[in-house]
């Protein structure tokens, strides 16, 4: 007989708290549309993904009234820090997997880097 182990295997279903919805991002998919539903959809937006200690894409063009959102899939965590004259207060810290977002309503060129790690920069410019 034995038994049997029931696994949920192949289905990424991780609840962390400060109620940040994690979507299946690391199921492929790059286009950061797959919503969850009924959930808000953290991974909406245009994706900047952290990965390796860098952003990607490290400069990123969007149209006015865009939603740039940044997913951390490093083990380290990082954080966003506009450095633009937008003044937007830094992001908490992102854990793996946890996603931040920003929404760039005026053209222009923001800078931002990780406040952990001054290295990582990244821009997005908006027009
Ligand atoms: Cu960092």
């Given at each position: 007989?034995?038994?049997?182990?029931?696994?949920?295997?192949?289905?990424?279903?991780?609840?962390?708290?400060?109620?940040?919805?994690?979507?299946?991002?690391?199921?492929?998919?790059?286009?950061?549309?797959?919503?969850?539903?009924?959930?808000?959809?953290?991974?909406?937006?245009?994706?900047?993904?952290?990965?390796?200690?860098a952003y990607e894409p490290q400069e990123?063009?969007?149209?006015?009234?865009?939603?740039?959102?940044?997913?951390?899939?490093?083990?380290?965590?990082?954080?966003?820090?506009?450095?633009?004259?937008?003044?937007?207060?830094?992001?908490?810290?992102?854990?793996?997997?946890?996603?931040?977002?920003?929404?760039?309503?005026?053209?222009?060129?923001?800078?931002?880097?990780?406040?952990?790690?001054?290295?990582?920069t990244g821009t997005?410019?908006?027009?």
């Amino acid at each position: 007989m034995g038994h049997s182990i029931v696994r949920r295997g192949g289905r990424w279903s991780l609840a962390v708290g400060l109620g940040v919805a994690l979507t299946f991002s690391a199921c492929g998919g790059d286009e950061g549309r797959e919503t969850a539903d009924g959930e808000e959809a953290v991974a909406a937006g245009t994706p900047v993904t952290i990965m390796n200690f860098a952003y990607e894409p490290q400069e990123l063009q969007v149209a006015p009234g865009t939603k740039v959102t940044w997913t951390n899939k490093d083990s380290a965590t990082h954080t966003v820090q506009d450095l633009s004259e937008l003044n937007r207060p830094i992001s908490p810290d992102l854990l793996e997997s946890y996603s931040f977002s920003i929404t760039y309503e005026k053209p222009g060129s923001y800078a931002y880097n990780c406040g952990r790690h001054p290295f990582m920069t990244g821009t997005v410019k908006v027009a």
